[in-house]
């Protein structure tokens, strides 16, 4: 049974931090771009952070460069997201996911991820995310 499982969330102030984990389970990890997406209320869901072992690739949103950043263990078969120096527009349900293949489309919204047609292989329930001011 496939599983993707978030944690860590909460509320935080302003220029916090909060470390993000996603458990993943009942697929291959490594063979899997693995990352996180957030939908804010009353806004379109953004592809945040991915991390593909197999490419050696790492994509972030321009909104959080400098400011999160994406880890695994592979012996844990968890992907971490730090987030450091919050922000009120940060807050958001935080969802991990998984995709075998077109990963960096589905991340930035672009290609495949604007086809309804194509989208990720597993995703989680999400997490919520808290930013106050």
């Known amino acids: 049974e496939v599983q993707v499982v978030e944690s860590g969330g909460g509320s935080v102030q302003a220029g916090g931090s909060l470390r993000l984990s996603c458990a993943a389970s009942g697929f291959t990890f490594d063979d899997y771009a693995i990352g996180w997406f957030r939908q804010a209320p009353g806004k379109e869901r953004e592809g945040v952070s991915c991390f593909s072992k197999s490419e050696g690739r790492t994509y972030y949103a321009d909104s959080v460069k400098g400011r999160f950043t994406i880890s695994s263990d592979n012996a844990k078969n968890t992907v971490y997201l730090q987030m450091n120096s919050l922000k009120p527009e940060d807050t958001a349900v935080y969802y991990c996911?998984?995709?075998?293949?077109?990963?960096?489309?589905?991340?930035?919204?672009?290609?495949?991820?604007?086809?309804?047609?194509?989208?990720?292989?597993?995703w989680g329930k999400g997490t919520l995310v808290t930013v106050s001011s």
């Open positions: 996911a998984a995709a075998r293949r077109h990963w960096y489309y589905y991340w930035t919204g672009s290609g495949y991820g604007r086809d309804k047609r194509y989208g990720v292989d597993y």
